[in-house]
């Protein structure tokens, strides 16, 4: 079975600080790892993944997030925050060939950016 | 090009009710997926429908159950309503079984 824990369920952060958004996974198999997006009355944007190869992906706004097997981890970074970032964001893994079928969620991280 | 869309934007039922949500997929898309997220929760995948077959289901009694048509749009159905289902109602589709999905805006059911 695989599962997701999100550590956080809210991280302020001022503008144009780092902020990181912790990720764990727990997967018996080969795992597909995600970080998902969603503002606010909005539906679930994929943000980036890692399918295979590289183990540091990264997105086209800025944040990257690195597989680590040896922590079970997948954590979300971004150098500089801006207002815009202020939604909610959900790390997800499947097991599942491909990786999209039968995604498992975490709780999601709220990032609220302050002024 | 159109994305998914869902409808209807909400929905109130009272417990015992039934009630049917419908999803259109992205146009070239031949899977759909739905899943529920519960307020302060991740979402919890439904089920999957490729090309008109259910192909996965997650942990959800039998009374959910959906549909997809011909033209890949597809329904979830939920008999005998209970307080616990109200929920954010996602629908997502992709085009293929093994391929990034897309997600709609959601439907909001109450359940009083």
């Known amino acids: 079975a695989q599962s997701v824990t999100q550590l956080d369920s809210q991280v302020p952060v001022f503008e144009e600080a780092p902020v990181e958004l912790r990720c764990n996974y727990s997967?018996?198999?080969?795992?597909?790892l995600f970080w998902y997006v969603q503002y606010p009355n909005q539906g679930l944007q994929l943000l980036l993944k890692?399918?295979?190869?590289?183990?540091l992906v990264e997105s086209i706004n800025g944040f990257e997030a690195e597989f680590n097997k040896s922590q079970t981890s997948f954590h979300l970074r971004k150098p500089s925050v801006h207002i815009s970032d202020t939604a909610e964001y959900f790390c997800?893994?499947?097991?599942?060939?491909?990786?999209?079928?039968?995604?498992?969620f975490g709780t999601g991280t709220k990032l609220q950016v302050i002024p | 090009e159109t994305g998914v869309t869902q409808s209807p934007t909400h929905l109130i039922k009272t417990r015992g009710q039934q009630v049917t949500l419908r999803c259109s997929s992205q146009s070239g898309h031949n899977t759909v997926s739905w899943y529920q997220q519960a307020l302060g929760q991740g979402p919890q995948f439904i089920f999957q429908?490729?090309?008109?077959?259910?192909?996965g289901r997650g942990n959800f009694p039998p009374r959910f159950s959906g549909l997809q048509f011909p033209n890949y749009s597809s329904e979830l159905n939920v008999n005998a309503l209970e307080l616990d289902d109200s929920a954010l109602y996602l629908c997502?589709?992709?085009?293929?079984?093994?391929?990034?999905?897309?997600f709609g805006p959601g439907t909001r059911l109450t359940v009083l």
């Open positions: 890692y399918l295979s190869g590289s183990t």
């Open positions: 997800a893994v499947s097991d599942r060939p491909g990786g999209y079928q039968k995604v498992t």
């Open positions: 997502a589709s992709s085009p293929g079984q093994v391929n990034e999905q897309f």
């Open positions: 429908y490729y090309r008109e077959e259910e192909n």
């Open positions: 997967s018996s198999v080969s795992v597909y």
